[in-house]
């Protein structure tokens, strides 16, 4: 699989998109800061299930933006959690809230860094589970460089888990997501320049600009399987986090679904994949 094609500037644009957004999103209802320093917890019912019990393990986790999931296996019991993520002021925010939640560095750190450079970056060879939460693979040209790098993390014995906006979302028409109006097999970048972000569209932001790939499912379990892991499973849902299309409901659990009458598609999976030796 060939790393997929993309401005040369695609890095920076990011980061400076992500850099101005922390500040929105530590204030924003989205992620309810409060609310998570009385629950220490936003894992959604079907990661928890999946990764099972974590008590005693270490656990990295890539791309963690400002650390509330990290922080969350944690609480759950993780020994050890460490948290990357390319965007300085998110790492920083991070280690605050690690802070006001009593977790010292030896419990929780942070740290700044691409995630292709993880393994130079992070403190340890590897830990027992390596998460990736929800929105990241879209960030990243290179699927086979970072399965590589993340598959080298894992500890033997351990696991890789990834829970993900399914691609075929990015195929669909926004308003009702039942018409197909892109190409699934797409492999050059998605230029944005929306302001606004996706806890409040109508928030002044500066640095607009965002860069984006669509990786098919075949490519994420292809990659992963040469990065040498074994898959355990890849389950398709049916439910979302958040109104991807017009026509999604949300549901008394908070997530949103199609109406009863409406065919259902998948719009999230989640894997595990092992490493054996």
């Known amino acids: 699989m ?8 695609w890095r920076e644009a990011n980061r400076a998109m992500w850099d101005e957004r922390v500040a929105i999103h530590t204030l924003s209802d989205f992620y309810d800061q409060a609310g998570f320093r009385d629950s220490r917890d936003v894992i959604r019912d079907f990661e928890a299930a999946e990764v099972g019990d974590v008590t005693g393990r270490s656990l990295l986790h890539l791309q963690c933006h400002f650390g509330q999931d990290t922080l969350s296996w944690a609480h759950r019991g993780a020994t050890r959690v460490v948290g990357l993520d390319f965007s300085e002021r998110a790492t920083e925010a991070a280690r605050e809230l690690a802070a006001e939640l009593g977790y010292g560095p030896d419990r929780a750190s942070f740290v700044t860094a691409d995630v292709y450079d993880a ?11 390596v998460y990736t939460g929800i929105g990241a693979l879209n960030w990243l040209p290179d699927l086979d460089r970072w399965a590589t790098t993340a598959a080298s993390l894992v500890a033997p014995g351990g696991f890789l888990y990834l829970a993900e906006f399914h691609p075929l979302c990015d195929a669909l028409d926004d308003e009702t997501g039942s018409r197909i109006t892109h ?3 797409r492999h050059d970048a998605w230029v944005d320049e929306t302001s606004g972000t996706y806890t409040d569209a109508d928030a002044p932001t500066v640095h607009r600009r965002s860069v984006e790939w669509t990786h098919t499912l075949g490519d994420v379990v292809t990659a992963l399987a040469a990065a040498g892991l074994r898959i355990d499973f890849l389950h398709e849902h ?10 999604l409901r949300r549901g008394a659990d908070g997530y949103y679904r199609f109406p009863a009458d409406r065919p259902r598609i998948p719009l999230m999976y989640s894997l595990k994949a092992t490493r054996t030796s």
Not at 119 to 129: L, M, N, Q
Not at 238 to 247: A, K, N, P, S
């Open 2 to 9: 060939r790393a997929q094609t993309g401005p040369d500037d």
């Open 119 to 129: 393994v130079e970056a992070v403190p340890d060879a590897s830990y027992d589970i």
């Open 183 to 185: 190409d699934y097999f």
């Open 238 to 247: 049916d439910v979302t986090l958040f109104q991807r299309f017009d026509d």
